[in-house]
């Protein structure tokens, strides 16, 4: 996702961002010890890099009490939520975490984690390439609620909201912890597991990887080139066709962004990283545990996202299932980005301005 956003900013489609406030941001790293994944492989040594944003508040028990956890979509880090990773237009800040904004860092504890295999948290470039662990969705949440209550001391969250992969890491979030969290609001993705006409999105990336000529089974001495030729279909997926066509109107143009896509993939991009973050949500399928979600929860999708049809409609039925469960489909309008619309809190957090109003 990381290649899109930056390419979209490039041509033009994305906005810059406003300038951020100190809001009290910190970093850090948290460091689980013999680290078992659910394949029964174990790292001695797994580190989650964090971003936090605004001060905790404690109760008389000393408990936190404004926590809200943030997640990032794959490919990304939680630094896409500040602006620490090259992402134009991704303007959560002055639109979420501003004095008087949704999220104001001023009230709120925001925690961003990046997830394994993304950003500074450990991944397969870090050396051990293709005997990485081949981690899923579940060891994934699994390492972010480790992060958020033993390395921060939070035991219970004001709200989780996460777009695209952090959206489904929400749902996981809201059936496997039940009674952590007060609002549940994932963005831009499907409470299923992984079929249909969003495996085939995937299963065509990764088996481009795969069968690049200079692959040697992950363990290259030098960036595999060709498989990045496969980066316009994802740019054409995760896009809009009225943005694209806006950005590229003539057949040179056109030609011109295609281009720039394939060298900023080659520029940016670890094959492994990529393999291994878009293979991650192998293990993703939370419409069973559905019914164990207490929190008020919002699910909010995109008409024109191509990656999450809305056709199929899984999201409505998967919520009739939750007792404080909604779902809503924004239209698409000349101002909407397809599946990127979730990098655009403008579009929707009028929305998570209710979701919050409505909690005690």
């Not at 984690?113 to 579940?138: C, E, M, Q, V, W």
């Not at 692959?215 to 279909?233: A, C, H, K, T």
């Not at 998967?318 to 655009?344: E, Y």
């Amino acid at each position: 996702m990381l290649c899109v956003v930056l390419c979209l900013a490039t041509i033009g489609i994305l906005p810059g961002p406003v300038g951020a406030q100190d809001l009290n941001r910190k970093e850090g790293n948290f460091v689980v010890r013999d680290f078992r994944f659910r394949s029964g492989e174990v790292l001695p040594e797994l580190r989650l890099h964090y971003v936090t944003l605004g001060t905790p508040r404690r109760d008389a028990a000393g408990h936190i009490t404004n926590a809200v956890l943030l997640l990032h979509g794959t490919g990304v880090s939680g630094g896409m939520f500040v602006g620490a990773i090259p992402i134009p237009g991704s303007n959560f800040v002055g639109q979420l975490f501003a004095e008087g904004q949704p999220l104001d860092a001023g009230r709120y504890y925001l925690i961003m984690p990046d997830s394994i295999g993304h950003g500074g948290s450990t991944k397969p470039s870090n050396g051990l390439r293709a005997r990485f662990p081949h981690y899923g969705y579940n060891d994934m949440v699994e390492a972010q609620h480790r992060l958020v209550t033993e390395g921060l001391g939070v035991d219970h969250l004001r709200l989780v909201l996460g777009i695209s992969m952090g959206g489904m890491h929400t749902w996981m979030w809201g059936e496997k912890y039940p009674d952590m969290m007060e609002a549940l609001m994932p963005i831009a993705c499907q409470p299923v597991q992984i079929a249909g006409h969003n495996f085939l999105f995937r299963h065509v990336m990764t088996e481009a990887i795969r069968n690049d000529p200079d692959w040697n089974g992950g363990n290259y001495e030098e960036q595999p080139s060709r498989w990045v030729l496969i980066l316009p279909f994802r740019d054409m997926m995760l896009g809009n066709p009225r943005r694209l066509y806006e950005a590229a109107p003539t057949r040179v143009k056109a030609a011109g962004l295609f281009d720039k896509i394939i060298d900023n993939g080659r520029t940016i991009l670890d094959a492994n990283d990529f393999l291994y973050a878009w293979e991650s949500s192998w293990d993703y399928d939370p419409e069973p545990g559905l019914g164990n979600i207490k929190a008020k929860l919002l699910a909010l999708n995109f008409a024109d996202d191509m990656i999450n049809p809305v056709e199929i409609d899984v999201t409505d039925r998967a919520v009739a299932k939750i007792p404080n469960g909604r779902s809503i489909t924004m239209a698409a309008t000349s101002q909407s980005f397809g599946h990127m619309s979730a990098f655009h809190p403008e579009i929707w957090k009028q929305h998570l301005v209710e979701l919050l109003k409505s909690l005690p």
